[in-house]
């Protein structure tokens, strides 16, 4: 944890390098976060809400028209262009790091960036943050929840984004869902379909065999019965033959 300002002053330029580095480094310690992530997760991504700006813009010593020194205990003087320079080189860049690594990873992005704008660390009215850190002792015991959302400020930035994106997410993975098992069904339907129309064509084919058969036996029959009457003409003849040279022998005689 490395605090935006200290003691109520702004940080060295060496504090703040120290942060810039870090916050440098963010797009390869993303890319290592997603080399430990199945890749059929479904990953939702919050960004960070800008804690800079109150609602008479951004944040400096005289910010509420220095109402937040009542807010805020005893201050230094904390520039414009500091705060200005944290939104640009810290939160912004922050932001965008996260943003290109959903890009590059299929996260689902869900953007507070914005949410908490009018309401950051020196709005003393409705803020939605934790500070000075005498805040966060006394809401939680320690000084780490110092620049941390509140509880109004984590209602009003985080949970209408992130129920509507995981009510998104159900919704998708569940019509995903209905749309594999219609595919499913579809398909066990074509299946059975496929037999009922194979067993048809067995079922013609066996009816087609038992038809044919049928006929050759009865051509067979018949052939069989032509072959008998032939040979029975065939003994007539000869016996009609017979009777003739019979006859023809006893007229000679």
């Known amino acids: ?126 803020p939605y943050f934790n500070f000075p850190e005498s805040k966060s002792c006394d809401i939680q015991g320690d000084p780490y929840g110092v620049v941390h959302p509140n509880y109004v400020g984590t209602m009003k930035i985080y949970y209408q984004p992130i129920y509507d994106a995981v009510e998104k997410a159900v919704n998708e993975i569940t019509n995903k869902e209905s749309s594999l098992e219609k595919e499913i069904k579809a398909k066990l339907r074509a299946d059975q379909i496929a037999k009922l129309k194979e067993k048809a064509k067995q079922k013609m084919r066996e009816s087609v065999d038992a038809e044919i058969k049928k006929i050759k036996a009865e051509r067979e029959k018949r052939e069989a019965e032509q072959r008998r009457e032939e040979l029975e003409f065939f003994k007539a003849l000869q016996v009609q033959k017979k009777i003739r040279l019979d006859s023809l022998s006893l007229i000679k005689k």
């Open 1 to 126: 944890h490395v605090p935006i300002v200290h003691e109520m002053k702004e940080l060295s330029s060496h504090q703040l390098g120290t942060i810039y580095d870090q916050v440098a480094r963010l797009p390869g310690r993303y890319d290592e976060l997603a080399s430990y992530l199945s890749k059929n997760s479904r990953i939702l991504f919050v960004n960070y809400p800008n804690i800079t700006r109150a609602s008479d813009g951004i944040c400096h010593s005289n910010s509420n028209g220095g109402k937040w020194f009542d807010c805020w205990e005893k201050v230094a003087e904390i520039s414009k262009g500091y705060f200005e320079n944290l939104e640009m080189r810290v939160f912004d860049k922050l932001n965008q790091h996260i943003k290109d690594a959903c890009a590059r990873h299929k996260w689902t992005l869900i953007d507070v960036s914005k949410r908490s704008i009018g309401h950051g660390i020196c709005e003393c009215d409705e």
